[in-house]
């Protein structure tokens, strides 16, 4: 299929590129390069230096690649700043979406994949999370997910557009086999500030609290490797288009990490000490999220490989390492 990713040179955007051309696809990275690297592109898929506010680059990328399908994983997503800047958030977010979606409209294109969050969901209520909890953000990231899987059920309902809306829960790791060189810039999730611990970028972790409800007191979270995640976008395209049925489920582990097994296994796999202290609890933050994945499993037929822990740690450990000095890492 021909099919244009929209922040493909992303953290999630380049994992989810190599999947889909290893799979056979005709793959078109569309980007503005704001966060994402040129490192990260391939050779073997096109490149367009796009803006999804620019109505006109979305339209013509489309008609010109003959796009029968999207992945959207072009916003920003950073919990902490949406609360603070949340114009930053509409715009990019929901105007780029109906932008997408105006120009998938125009040009007949026929499927979406949209990066989703489990930040939809809020403040779990029970746990393991499925796709029945109730939906009631509690960040403006969040709000703007909901709101663009809004958009897609109607435009779904009117203009026939299938979509998938796959809510990730933690992201983390890299490639498996290390074909994807470039590493976030300023990163503000776990798993990349130990990491920048680790190699001497920064002087110590913040632990955000060590005093919730858990066994070790710190917040348990679901991490879900990004090959993992980007197998799901190649097999949720195919269901889609197979069944003409849009649908949107979670994607996670269903395993629960604490702050302070994360940080355990990461001073075991990257032998570096990573000095870390207590700090105070970071507001929104829940005790506890975890993911059901039944969903997934059972429509997609798809199952984590590389999830557990120690994956997840020493794959994130090979990219920063393959730098002497992560400080020195390229920024494009
Ligand atoms: N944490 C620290 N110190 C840090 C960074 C994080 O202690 O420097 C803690 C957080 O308090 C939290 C856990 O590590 O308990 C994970 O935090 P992240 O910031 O990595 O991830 P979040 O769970 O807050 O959010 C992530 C994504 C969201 C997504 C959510 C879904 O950033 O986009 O997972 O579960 F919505």
């Known amino acids: ?5 929209i922040g ?58 003959a796009m029968e399908a999207a992945v959207f994983l072009a916003a920003y997503k950073a919990v902490g700043e949406s609360m603070i800047k949340p114009e930053k958030y509409s715009i990019n977010n929901i105007t780029g979406t ?17 990066s989703s969050s489990a930040a939809v969901y809020g403040e ?7 796709e029945k909890h109730p939906a009631n953000p509690e960040n ?3 709000f703007t997910k909901l709101e663009i899987e809004k958009f897609l059920f109607w435009y779904d309902k009117l203009k026939g557009i299938r979509f998938a809306s796959l809510r990730y829960f933690n992201a983390a790791g890299y490639d498996v086999r290390g074909r994807i060189s ?4 300023n990163p503000a999730n776990l798993l990349p500030v130990i990491m920048e611990t680790a190699c001497g970028k920064r002087k ?22 990004v090959n993992d995640l980007a197998a799901a976008h190649a097999l949720a395209l195919d269901y889609i288009s197979k069944n003409g049925k849009s649908l949107t489920v979670n994607l996670g582990s269903e395993t629960g990490s604490s702050v302070l097994e994360v940080l355990e296994t990461a001073r075991r796999i990257t032998g570096q000490p990573i000095p870390s202290r207590i700090a105070k609890r970071r507001p929104g933050d829940p005790a506890k999220l975890t993911a059901s994945a039944d969903l997934a499993r059972s429509l997609l037929g798809w199952k984590t490989e590389h ?26």
């Open 140 to 142: 403006y990231y969040g």
């Open 98 to 114: 109906v932008n997408l979606l105006n120009a998938a409209s125009e040009t007949g294109l026929k499927y979406i994949i949209f």
């Open 307 to 332: 999830s557990d822990l120690d994956t997840l740690v020493r794959t994130s450990w090979e990219a920063y390492h393959q730098y002497e000095d992560c400080r020195e890492a390229p920024h494009t």
């Open 182 to 185: 470039g590493l976030e810039q």
């Open 124 to 130: 779990p209520s029970y746990l393991p999370v499925d």
């Open 204 to 225: 110590e972790l913040e632990i955000f609290g060590n005093d919730y409800d858990t066994p070790d007191g710190t917040c348990i979270r679901d991490y879900i490797h």
């Open 8 to 65: 493909g040179a992303g953290y999630i955007g380049s994992h989810v590129t190599r999947e889909l051309l290893d799979r056979g696809h005709k793959v078109t990275v569309f980007d503005n390069l704001s966060s994402g690297l040129r490192r990260n592109l391939f050779s073997d898929a096109m490149f367009i230096h796009g803006d999804i506010l620019r109505c006109e680059q979305l339209t013509a990328a489309m008609r010109e690649g």
């Open 1 to 5: 299929m021909n099919i244009l990713v």
